[in-house]
């Protein structure tokens, strides 16, 4: 009895670590407005920038934003952060003026086909001798449906908890979709709450799965008021290794 049981052990081993490297492939490492529930794998290092464009020709702003993310482990991660280069017309181009710090736990998984995680970040933006420190926690929700082509639908909220200025906290509520077709996958995003009325409209996007590694995404916002329109451009660049 005991050399059978012993048998179907080490069986069983080998099946569950099968069964763990099928589980669903995660279709986009990053949305644009968002924010995925999934956490870097453990020694996992993502390196991210969403630039964007906006305005017309005499008032345009744009900037080359930076985020490092490293899983601690396949639950945690840690992440840095900065808002790297800005650009504003007139008066060009700026050096960074905020960086940030975040923590995640996510669980991959939590019930069939859900993915969950939480977060908490701390900001500093500003020049020259002020700056303001921003503390915010979220939390990110996502469901993959398998019957619609492993269509996966998410949201998430950031809510602030503390600023040094004393404002009012914010709450920003977005949520979206991801459709695969081959390598590439359509996203449409929808902000329900925010705390920035700039930040309003609906973003569709198209990622590419260039390579084992590397994903490239376009995206823009489309406004309706006062009438339809596109108003800014999104170009993401990540890379995991």
Same mark, same amino acid.
């Given at each position: 009895?005991?050399?059978?049981?012993?048998?179907? +052990?080490? $069986? *069983?081993?080998?099946?569950?670590?099968?069964?763990? #490297?099928?589980?669903?492939?995660?279709?986009?490492?990053?949305?644009?407005?968002?924010?995925?529930? /999934?956490?870097? #794998?453990?020694?996992? =290092?993502? =390196?991210?920038?969403?630039?964007?464009?906006?305005?017309?020709? *005499?008032?345009?702003?744009?900037?080359?934003?930076?985020?490092?993310?490293?899983? $601690?482990?396949?639950?945690?991660?840690?992440?840095?952060?900065?808002?790297?280069?800005?650009?504003?017309?007139?008066?060009?181009?700026?050096?960074?003026?905020? /960086?940030?710090?975040?923590?995640?736990?996510?669980?991959?998984?939590? +019930?069939?086909?859900?993915?969950?995680?939480?977060? =908490?970040?701390?900001?500093?933006?500003?020049?020259?001798?002020?700056?303001?420190?921003?503390?915010?926690?979220?939390?990110?929700?996502?469901?993959?449906?398998?019957?619609?082509?492993?269509?996966? $639908? /998410?949201?998430?909220?950031?809510?602030?908890?503390?600023?040094?200025?004393?404002?009012?906290?914010?709450? #920003?509520?977005?949520?979206?979709?991801?459709?695969?077709?081959?390598?590439?996958?359509?996203?449409?995003?929808?902000?329900?709450?925010?705390?920035?009325?700039?930040?309003?409209?609906?973003?569709?996007?198209? $990622?590419?799965?260039?390579?084992?590694?590397?994903?490239?995404?376009?995206?823009?916002? +489309?406004?309706?008021?006062?009438?339809?329109?596109?108003? #800014?451009?999104?170009?993401?660049?990540?890379?995991? /290794?």
């Amino acid at each position: 009895m005991r050399k059978l049981r012993t048998i179907i +052990l080490i $069986v *069983a081993i080998p099946a569950a670590a099968s069964a763990q #490297d099928s589980k669903p492939p995660q279709l986009i490492q990053e949305a644009f407005s968002g924010d995925l529930a /999934f956490t870097q #794998d453990r020694g996992e =290092i993502q =390196i991210s920038s969403a630039m964007h464009a906006a305005g017309g020709s *005499a008032n345009r702003t744009a900037g080359v934003p930076l985020e490092i993310e490293y899983g $601690v482990t396949d639950e945690f991660q840690i992440s840095v952060e900065t808002g790297g280069l800005s650009y504003e017309r007139p008066t060009g181009w700026s050096a960074p003026r905020d /960086f940030g710090l975040g923590l995640r736990y996510g669980r991959f998984g939590l +019930l069939p086909n859900l993915h969950a995680s939480v977060t =908490i970040g701390a900001e500093s933006e500003g020049s020259g001798g002020t700056h303001v420190i921003n503390t915010t926690s979220g939390l990110q929700l996502g469901v993959d449906l398998p019957r619609l082509r492993m269509t996966h $639908v /998410f949201t998430s909220v950031v809510a602030g908890v503390w600023n040094s200025e004393g404002t009012k906290p914010a709450v #920003d509520w977005v949520a979206g979709l991801v459709v695969p077709f081959g390598q590439l996958r359509a996203t449409i995003e929808r902000p329900l709450i925010v705390s920035d009325a700039a930040n309003r409209g609906t973003v569709p996007g198209l $990622v590419w799965n260039a390579v084992d590694g590397l994903e490239i995404g376009l995206a823009t916002t +489309l406004r309706t008021q006062p009438k339809l329109r596109a108003t #800014d451009l999104m170009l993401s660049l990540v890379l995991e /290794f």
